[in-house]
Nanobody, 127 residues
Framework: VQLQASGGGLVQAGGSLRLSCVAS????????MGWFRQAPGKERKFVAA????????YYADAVKGRFTISRDPAKNTMYLQMNSLNPEDTAVYYC?????????????????????WGQGTQVTVSS
């Protein structure tokens, strides 16, 4: 499967953005999916994940209650709705896919379980 992320941009603090990740060349419904982000000079970190069925979602504490991950099998697309954005959310956001079924929800945070990755989309939140 190949992944293409989009939807980033510049937004003021308190605003919203919706990121999209379109999958091609593969059976989208077989893959769990996730979003990660990387701020300048920092390591890439887990943001949110969703199971292959969409029935399980998992979030980093930093975004819980503000971000919502979802997927639309008919469009081979995963989304990340981001509300109440703050400058600490500024980063390049990456989508990724995983075949491994997590033994525990926290396994969704393991970056090395994801392959392939899409290119990043920049999100900048101004104060």
């Amino acid at each position: 499967v190949q992944l293409q992320a989009s939807g980033g941009g510049l937004v003021q603090a308190g605003g919203s953005l919706r990121l999209s990740c379109v999958a091609s060349r593969g059976r989208f419904n077989k893959w769990g999916m996730g979003w990660f982000r990387q701020a300048p000079g920092k390591e890439r970190k887990f943001v949110a994940a969703i199971s292959w069925s969409g029935g399980i979602t998992y979030y980093a504490d930093a975004v819980k209650g503000r971000f919502t991950i979802s997927r639309d099998p008919a469009k081979n697309t995963m989304y990340l709705q981001m509300n109440s954005l703050n400058p600490e959310d500024t980063a390049v956001y990456y989508c990724a896919a995983r075949l491994l079924v997590p033994g525990d929800s926290s396994d969704y945070e393991r970056m090395w379980d994801y392959d392939p990755w899409g290119q990043g989309t920049q999100v900048t939140v101004s104060s």
